[in-house]
């Protein structure tokens, strides 16, 4: 006989997620040709090439510092709006997954299952009134559901990487990544648009929305 299962065998955590959507106050082209520049895509050959050679992690981590630029990579996108139109809508959505293995890996140390929300989920989308957003859930919320400090703490510092992207991209930076990293991380990777362009305070600039997921 095996060894007797002593664990239920069914988990389940109830926790709560901020969604940050961010209005990019551009054309959707525009931003997304911005977006794909300062986040490139994936090197899988090069990267498959390293798994090949057996190459010390800091090979690795000095390729990924090379691939990303700006703290991110994408690993798979989805462009569905031709396949939308089919059924006669005409708003747009580009899918991403973003993240970063060389942070994951920090993560994944203490516990593999993290890779359910890294890399992280974004997309630009249109909105029924035309505007342009650019969405994802907070990270720190996604990694703080695994009860412990050491991912909570990556987490955490993933909410600062984004900001310093949102903040590159010229784009408003959310409350509640900006209270975590108005003190530790200044903007010094310039913008990807020149001049920082002044933001209508008439009009959001992000909006948080939270719900909690079973």
Same mark, same amino acid.
């Given at each position: ?98 993240? $970063? ?86 903007? $010094? ?26």
């Amino acid at each position: 006989m095996g060894p007797a299962i002593t664990s239920q065998p069914v988990h389940t955590v109830a926790h709560e997620v901020h969604r940050l959507a961010v209005d990019v106050g551009t054309s959707f082209q525009d931003f997304r040709e911005r977006y794909e520049r300062a986040v490139p895509r994936f090197d899988e050959e090069r990267f498959a090439a390293l798994a090949r050679e057996n190459a010390a992690w800091a090979t690795v981590v000095r390729a990924t510092h090379e691939n990303a630029p700006h703290g991110f990579i994408i690993y798979w996108s989805f462009d569905s709006s031709p396949l939308m139109e089919l059924a006669g809508d005409r708003g747009r959505c580009v899918e991403y997954l973003m993240g $970063n293995h060389v942070i994951a890996q920090r993560m994944f140390h203490h516990n593999p299952g993290v890779l359910l929300y890294a890399p992280l989920r974004t997309a630009i989308h249109t909105t029924p009134e035309g505007r342009i957003w650019f969405t994802v859930d907070q990270p720190s919320t996604r990694f703080a559901s695994f009860g412990d400090p050491a991912i909570t703490e990556v987490g955490t510092d993933l909410d600062r990487e984004l900001a310093a992207l949102l903040e590159y991209l010229d784009v408003p930076v959310p409350d509640a990544l900006e209270s975590e990293t108005a003190a530790e991380a200044p903007n $010094n990777r310039g913008s990807a648009s020149g001049p920082s362009r002044a933001r209508p305070t008439t009009r959001p600039a992000a909006h948080t929305h939270s719900r909690n997921r079973p």
